[in-house]
């Protein structure tokens, strides 16, 4: 990787325009930039998962948008979709779903997961159909690319871009370097 | 001793390059609006972040200060276009393929001990003046934060 040891840093503060699981209060902060179609992402989705069990309370997740849509042809439209969750309050649930069934992400299965995760599905399709939350997605991507999103997955701890591999040890251990030492 | 890259305020060299088979596309064509020149190393980067797949995705920013993008590597013709076509890359990608990397050393970015050009960006401005260059480790994804801001930075200069 890099010879130089470069600091890139998050340019859009992680806020209440987030979908955030945790705390805001936690310690640590750790943010996805991140493509539902991306098999790097679908990778990460477990350790992620992995990470938030072991550090509880102390962390609070944030994942934004990423599509590479050019190269992944559904991923702009699944990002999409799970904004159509969010505005029905569910959109961990779909994000979820959505890194759960990587494989099947045409427009026809999006609708499908809405009605499984008991959505207003006429509302959701609307809104799928009509593209309401691109203006969203495209938000989050340009914030990515204005802090030096290079790529999916691409992490933030504390709002400095995580560098190096993203497996769970290798994660931790970054984590571990910036959390505050009071505490637990 | 390897050159150092054409740093900003040298004139850009000009070039005439192949796109396709039977197009050309010459660097004073593009007088007058800002021009990106992306060289990389090769063809068929295996990641799904890929330098220039990233690039096609912002190329309705980089429309907004009426920039074009010239990806350029020393690959040929038909490595560009099976590429381009794979990646749906909406851009040209110019061959740089004879005399090999002429126009990478011309920028001072060919690397001779690989036969490949550095991965190294140039913002051209419309009078033809380099105006910002970078050059990043060939394996690291520059990603386009600093081209944005070097475009931001030609508007402040008018």
Same mark, same amino acid.
């Given at each position: 990787?890099?010879?130089?040891?470069?600091?890139?840093?998050?340019?859009?503060?992680?806020?209440?325009?987030?979908?955030?699981?945790?705390?805001?209060?936690?310690?640590?902060?750790?943010?996805?930039?991140?493509?539902?179609?991306?098999?790097?992402?679908?990778?990460?989705?477990?350790?992620?998962?992995?990470?938030?069990?072991?550090?509880?309370?102390?962390?609070?997740?944030?994942?934004?948008?990423?599509?590479?849509?050019?190269?992944?042809?559904?991923?702009?439209?699944?990002?999409?979709?799970?904004?159509?969750?969010?505005?029905?309050?569910?959109?961990?649930?779909?994000?979820?779903?959505?890194?759960?069934?990587?494989?099947?992400?045409?427009?026809?299965?999006?609708?499908?997961?809405?009605?499984?995760?008991?959505?207003?599905?006429?509302?959701?399709?609307?809104?799928?159909?009509?593209?309401?939350?691109?203006?969203?997605?495209?938000?989050?991507?340009?914030?990515?690319?204005?802090?030096?999103?290079?790529?999916?997955?691409?992490?933030?701890?504390?709002?400095?871009?995580?560098?190096?591999?993203?497996?769970?040890?290798?994660?931790?251990?970054?984590?571990?370097?910036?959390?505050?030492?009071?505490?637990? | 001793?390897?050159?150092?890259?054409?740093?900003?305020?040298?004139?850009?060299?000009?070039?005439?390059?192949?796109?396709?088979?039977?197009?050309?596309?010459? =660097?004073? !064509? +593009? *007088?007058?609006?800002?021009?990106? &020149?992306?060289?990389?190393?090769? $063809?068929?980067?295996?990641?799904?972040?890929?330098?220039?797949?990233?690039?096609?995705?912002? =190329?309705? !920013? +980089? *429309?907004?200060?009426?920039?074009? &993008?010239?990806?350029?590597?020393? $690959?040929?013709?038909?490595?560009?276009?099976?590429?381009?076509?794979?990646?749906?890359?909406?851009?040209?990608?110019?061959?740089?393929?004879?005399?090999?990397?002429?126009?990478?050393?011309?920028?001072?970015?060919?690397?001779?001990?690989?036969?490949?050009?550095?991965?190294?960006?140039?913002?051209?401005?419309?009078?033809?003046?380099?105006?910002?260059?970078?050059?990043?480790?060939?394996?690291?994804?520059?990603?386009?934060?600093?081209?944005?801001?070097?475009?931001?930075?030609?508007?402040?200069?008018?």
């Amino acid at each position: 990787m890099s010879n130089r040891p470069e600091i890139v840093k998050l340019t859009l503060p992680v806020g209440t325009r987030d979908h955030a699981q945790g705390r805001e209060t936690a310690a640590v902060t750790l943010v996805e930039y991140g493509d539902y179609e991306c098999s790097h992402c679908g990778r990460a989705y477990p350790i992620v998962k992995e990470i938030q069990k072991r550090l509880g309370d102390r962390l609070r997740f944030v994942f934004r948008n990423f599509p590479l849509a050019e190269i992944h042809p559904h991923a702009q439209h699944a990002a999409e979709a799970a904004e159509a969750a969010a505005a029905q309050g569910k959109f961990w649930e779909m994000h979820d779903h959505l890194f759960e069934h990587q494989k099947a992400l045409d427009d026809k299965s999006l609708k499908q997961y809405a009605a499984t995760l008991n959505l207003d599905t006429t509302h959701f399709n609307r809104e799928l159909d009509a593209h309401v939350h691109a203006p969203r997605v495209r938000e989050d991507f340009l914030s990515g690319v204005r802090s030096g999103v290079n790529g999916t997955p691409t992490f933030f701890i504390n709002g400095v871009r995580h560098n190096d591999a993203w497996d769970v040890e290798i994660l931790m251990n970054a984590i571990e370097r910036v959390k505050p030492k009071t505490g637990s | 001793m390897e050159r150092s890259a054409l740093d900003s305020g040298t004139p850009a060299p000009d070039f005439t390059l192949r796109s396709t088979t039977d197009h050309t596309v010459s =660097l004073r !064509e +593009f *007088r007058r609006q800002p021009v990106i &020149l992306a060289f990389y190393p090769a $063809d068929w980067s295996p990641v799904c972040g890929d330098q220039m797949a990233l690039y096609n995705e912002i =190329l309705p !920013e +980089f *429309r907004q200060f009426s920039a074009e &993008l010239l990806g350029i590597s020393v $690959d040929g013709i038909w490595s560009h276009l099976a590429f381009a076509k794979d990646r749906h890359l909406q851009f040209p990608l110019l061959s740089d393929f004879e005399p090999k990397g002429a126009v990478a050393r011309a920028y001072g970015v060919y690397r001779e001990q690989d036969g490949h050009s550095e991965r190294a960006l140039f913002v051209i401005d419309a009078d033809g003046i380099i105006r910002w260059s970078y050059v990043s480790p060939v394996g690291v994804n520059p990603g386009a934060d600093g081209i944005l801001t070097a475009l931001e930075a030609l508007i402040q200069r008018r």
